[in-house]
């Protein structure tokens, strides 16, 4: 089968991969009906993190070709979602909702999903089943739930988005988008996107963004105070993951308020003395994309809300390097890889 494998930073090739196989009685073997390449992808792709000849990608949706013995809940035909954690779903930290930290946990970064496909492990504790087969148009939506709108929708419920709330949102990435439609959906009063890119505040909008500021950093945090009355947002979703924008989420808090952070991390240091008189709740992390999946799924199929919007860009897989360099070079927010 064809796959993608980042050879070294910078270059991507779609190569010959060997097909897979069910290891164990608990796994699912699926073909995928589209992947996609993730913002993470970009931090090997740009040197921040090794690569040497890694398969890549850990979104994806497909069609259940084999499952091992001992799987119950999805069956061969079915069309299935599933986390970009693998996880049992049974574990305690899974039935406490955190299967992004289940006791099994594995990655699939490691089984690299940007191929045609793809063995799935613990397949009864990671996939979902959607009711019946999507159509063309449901499937990049379906595709989205995997991971960015599972983490954005994380990142808005860390932030506490609910009614009556004003949500900032630090990042205008595919996440930062995904956080606005679920801190909207999730009743939010106010919502305010932090972006400069022209194109991705149109989109912020559309996904209910009902204010949007272009500073940064302290200027940043400033305008969001002037725009709060002064105490900063009720919760703020963090989707970048770097210094500066890890300070801006803490600093645009208000006190007694909700960080949600769910940009991965890259050299940030958190000075503790400002965490500490910040004196805001604070929770992140890889999400629990499987605690979501179900009524993600749910929203998608009766069309309440329409996550495919974040892919700008669909190539076919054996143009991934293309896909990459369009992200790396911000002609693309996310790219969509089909077969
Ligand atoms: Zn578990």
């Known amino acids: 089968m064809r796959g993608v494998v980042m050879t070294k930073p910078g270059e991507v090739i779609v190569t010959d991969r060997d097909e897979p196989q069910i290891e164990e009685p608990t796994d699912a073997v699926i073909r995928l009906a589209a992947t996609c390449v993730c913002g993470s992808d970009l931090w090997s792709y740009r040197g921040v993190q090794d690569a040497d000849h890694q398969v890549m990608g850990h979104e994806y949706v497909g069609v259940v070709e084999e499952?091992?013995?001992?799987?119950?809940?999805?069956?061969?035909?079915?069309?299935?979602?599933?986390?970009?954690?693998?996880?049992?779903?049974?574990?305690?930290?899974?039935?406490?909702?955190?299967?992004?930290?289940?006791?099994?946990?594995?990655?699939?970064?490691?089984?690299?999903?940007?191929?045609?496909?793809?063995?799935?492990?613990?397949?009864?504790?990671?996939?979902?089943?959607?009711?019946?087969?999507?159509?063309?148009?449901?499937?990049?939506a379906l595709l989205a739930a995997s991971d960015v709108?599972?983490?954005?929708?994380?990142?808005?419920?860390?932030?506490?988005?609910?009614?009556?709330?004003?949500?900032?949102?630090?990042?205008?990435?595919?996440?930062?988008?995904?956080?606005?439609l679920a801190a909207k959906q999730l009743g939010a009063e106010r919502i305010i996107?932090?972006?400069?890119?022209?194109?991705?505040?149109?989109?912020?909008?559309?996904?209910?963004?009902?204010?949007?500021?272009?500073?940064?950093?302290?200027?940043?945090?400033?305008?969001?105070?002037?725009?709060?009355?002064?105490?900063g947002a009720h919760g703020v979703v963090e989707a970048v993951g770097t210094q500066e924008s890890f300070m801006q989420a803490v600093g645009a808090t208000r006190g007694g308020g909700y960080l949600g952070y769910v940009g991965v991390s890259h050299e940030v240091q958190i000075p503790g003395i400002e965490l500490f008189f910040a004196g805001i709740h604070a929770l992140g992390g890889p999400a629990p994309v499987r605690r979501y999946l179900p009524e993600l799924i749910r929203l998608i199929w009766d069309g309440e809300i329409d996550p495919g919007k974040v892919f700008d860009l669909t190539l076919p897989l054996e143009e991934a390097a293309e896909a990459y360099a369009a992200m790396d070079e911000r002609r693309a927010t996310k790219v969509m890889l089909t077969f």
């Not at 594995?106 to 996939?127: F, H, K, V, W």
């Not at 983490?151 to 606005?180: H, N, R, S």
């Open 67 to 140: 499952v091992g013995d001992e799987v119950s809940t999805v069956k061969v035909g079915d069309f299935v979602v599933g986390s970009f954690m693998i996880s049992d779903n049974t574990c305690e930290i899974c039935q406490a909702g955190f299967q992004s930290k289940c006791v099994h946990v594995e990655s699939a970064a490691s089984i690299g999903t940007q191929a045609e496909r793809a063995r799935i492990p613990m397949a009864d504790g990671t996939l979902v089943a959607t009711p019946g087969q999507p159509t063309q148009e449901q499937i990049p």
């Open 149 to 180: 709108l599972g983490t954005g929708w994380f990142g808005a419920d860390a932030a506490q988005a609910g009614p009556g709330k004003t949500i900032a949102v630090v990042g205008d990435g595919a996440v930062g988008l995904m956080a606005i």
């Open 193 to 231: 996107a932090m972006s400069r890119h022209p194109e991705r505040q149109e989109l912020a909008r559309y996904y209910g963004a009902t204010d949007i500021v272009e500073e940064r950093g302290d200027e940043g945090v400033e305008k969001i105070k002037e725009l709060t009355g002064g105490l």
